[in-house]
T-cell receptor
């Protein structure tokens, strides 16, 4: 299996622009997670889906952030408009079951907002 | 407020010696704990886990110890190897309503194993 695939690996954009990060979870996995990593706050859970349904989006910083999972093999995290404080590494992870088990992470998308 | 704390941001150990990484938590509802390892420019990878019904779990060179009364767990790596140099994250999971689980993460400890 190819693992969790994220794109783009690196994104540099200007403040105010829309950013879309993409994730393909491991085939057959039923849960998908979006995390943000910064030096100050570590790994923060933004949102997670069970069976394509958003379960907990309490970690989404504000209305500028949105996430979708239209099917079991694809999810997007969108930031509109982007701000410099959104600069971070965004990780997508998937898990086989909705109840428990280890998370499998993608390699991350490094976002820089100028 | 950090519910999972890794108080040592970094640790340096000589090859062949033991590495001990520590983690403290505050929420007594946590009942499942995991350690992840992260290399630069890669995502975290699962290393080892422990359920609150146990106080020790071992997998090769890696052993995790759980002290529930102290709300403390530690990861022991014996013997340490240069390839173990990475950032280690402690994560804890409460059993939530509806059997949903999410992980609460520490900030990580950067381990350097010197040849």
């Amino acid at each position: 299996d190819a693992g969790v695939i994220q794109s783009p690996r690196h994104e540099v954009t200007e403040m105010g622009q829309e950013v879309t990060l993409r994730c393909k979870p491991i085939s057959g996995h039923n849960s998908l997670f979006w995390y943000r990593q910064t030096m100050m706050r570590g790994l923060e859970l933004l949102i997670y889906f069970n069976n394509n349904v958003p379960i907990d989006d309490s970690g989404m910083p504000e209305d500028r952030f949105s996430a979708k999972m239209p099917n079991a093999s694809f999810s997007t995290l969108k930031i509109q408009p982007s701000e410099p404080r959104d600069s971070a590494v965004y990780f997508c992870a998937s898990r086989l079951t909705v109840i428990s088990g280890e998370l499998f992470f993608g390699e991350g998308s490094r976002l820089t907002v100028l | 407020d950090q519910q999972v704390k890794q108080n040592s941001p970094s640790l340096s150990v000589q090859e062949g010696r033991i590495s001990i990484l520590n983690c403290d938590y505050t929420n007594s509802m946590f009942d499942y704990f995991l350690w992840y390892k992260k290399y630069p420019a890669e995502g975290p990878t699962f290393l080892i886990s422990i359920s609150s019904i146990k106080d020790k779990n071992e997998d090769g060179r890696f052993t995790v110890f759980l002290n529930k009364s102290a709300k403390h767990l530690s990861l022991h790596i014996v013997p340490s190897q240069p390839g173990d140099s990475a950032v280690y994250f402690c994560a804890a999971s409460p059993l939530l309503a509806g059997n949903n689980r999410k992980l609460i993460w520490g900030l990580g400890t950067s381990l350097a194993v010197n040849p």
